[in-house]
C-alpha cells in the first residue's frame, strides 16, 4: 500500500526525453508512466511562461497516466526584498505560479524563501514572513482549491530556508507545506547528513513542529550536491558518489515510519533515470521492513 500512496519523478525533463525525438513536456507523463514513475514536477524556474492551453493539455496527459503534478516557481523570488515593487512583482509570481498550477491541476508549487541581501537574518526572516502573509490573502482561491505553496530548504549560507526556517513558515497556515530538500541541507551543513541518524534528526523535527498530515506527506527534493564552505556549488548524479546524500538511510526510514511524500529527483541531465533507481531503492527497503 506505501509503495503506491509514495510518489517519484523528475524535476524537469531528462536529456534522453529529447534525444527519444519528444518536443513538448506534454509528452512527459506517458513517458514517466512508461518508466514506473508517477510524478512529475514542472519547472517555471526561469519564469511561468506556459500558455493556459498547453498546461490544460499536460494536466488531462498527467490524469490519463496517473501522474502527480507540482511545479517549482521562479528562483529569483525574494520574499525579503526591501523594495516595494519588487514585493509586489514577487506576489505576482508566485500568484502566476498558482495560476499554471491551477490549470494543470497541480496540487503543490515549490518556492525559494529568499535571500538575507545585506540584512540580518532575523529581519531578513521578519520581511519574508510579512510578504508572504499579504500573499496568502490573495492566494485563497488557489488555497481552497488544495493547492498547497512549498517553501523549500536552501543549500547556501546567505539564504533564508534552514530547515528551522522552512518548518517556522510552514505553522504560519495549515495549507503551507515544507519541501525538504535533503542535498541542500547536506550541502548547507558541508556535508552533515552521513547517516541514518542524521536523517532521523531532520523526520523528527518535522513531525514535532508540525504535528499534522503535512508531516507524513511533505515534498522532497533529492540530489547528489557539490558543495564549498559558502554551501551548495552544482547538482550530480546518483552514480557521483563523491557526492552526498546517500539515498538508502533515507528511504529505510520512510518505509519504518510509513511516510508518503512526494520524492522529486534533481540529479543533474538524468533527473527520470535517477528517481526510478531512488523508487527502486525504495522498493527494496519497503520489503525488507515488511
Known amino acids: ?49 506556459i500558455k493556459r492551453e498547453t498546461a490544460q493539455k499536460l494536466g488531462f496527459e498527467a490524469q490519463k497516466h496517473d501522474i502527480f503534478l507540482s511545479i517549482h516557481a521562479p528562483y529569483y523570488i525574494n520574499l525579503a526584498a526591501q523594495d516595494q515593487h519588487k ?30 541581501g545585506k540584512l540580518n537574518r532575523e529581519k531578513a526572516m521578519d ?53 525538504i530538500d535533503f542535498g541542500h541541507i547536506n550541502a548547507l551543513g558541508n556535508g552533515s547528513i552521513k547517516s541514518k541518524q542524521d536523517y532521523t534528526y531532520i523526520l523528527d523535527q518535522i513531525q514535532h513542529r508540525l504535528k499534522d498530515e503535512r508531516a507524513y506527506k511533505f515534498h522532497v527534493h533529492f540530489s547528489r550536491i557539490e558543495y564549498t564552505k559558502a554551501g551548495e556549488k552544482k547538482h550530480w548524479t546518483l552514480s557521483d558518489i563523491q557526492y552526498g546524500p546517500e539515498f538508502e538511510p533515507l528511504a529505510e526510514l520512510l518505509a519504518e515510519r510509513e511516510l508518503h511524500p512526494v520524492i522529486v529527483c534533481e540529479s543533474r541531465n538524468n533527473m527520470a533515470e535517477d528517481a526510478l533507481k531512488l523508487k527502486k531503492i525504495f522498493e527494496e527497503k519497503i520489503h525488507l521492513v515488511n
Open 1 to 49: 500500500m506505501l509503495i503506491k500512496t509514495i510518489k517519484f519523478g523528475p524535476s524537469g525533463n531528462s536529456d534522453s526525453f529529447y534525444e527519444q525525438g519528444h518536443k513538448s513536456s506534454i509528452d512527459m507523463p506517458k513517458w514517466l508512466h512508461d518508466m514506473g514513475l508517477n510524478a512529475y514536477e514542472y519547472p517555471c524556474t526561469r519564469g511561468v511562461n
Open 87 to 116: 514585493q509586489e512583482k514577487n506576489k505576482q509570481y508566485l500568484l502566476d505560479s498558482l495560476q499554471a498550477a491551477q490549470w494543470m491541476g497541480a496540487k503543490r508549487v515549490v518556492f525559494h524563501p529568499g535571500s538575507c
Open 127 to 179: 520581511l519574508a514572513i510579512t510578504s508572504l502573509e499579504k500573499i496568502l490573502e490573495d492566494a485563497e482561491p488557489f488555497i481552497k482549491q488544495g493547492i498547497s505553496l512549498c517553501p523549500e530548504t536552501m543549500g547556501k549560507q546567505n539564504q533564508l530556508g534552514i530547515l528551522d526556517e522552512v518548518l517556522y513558515i510552514c505553522s504560519l497556515h495549515e495549507s503551507l507545506l515544507p519541501t
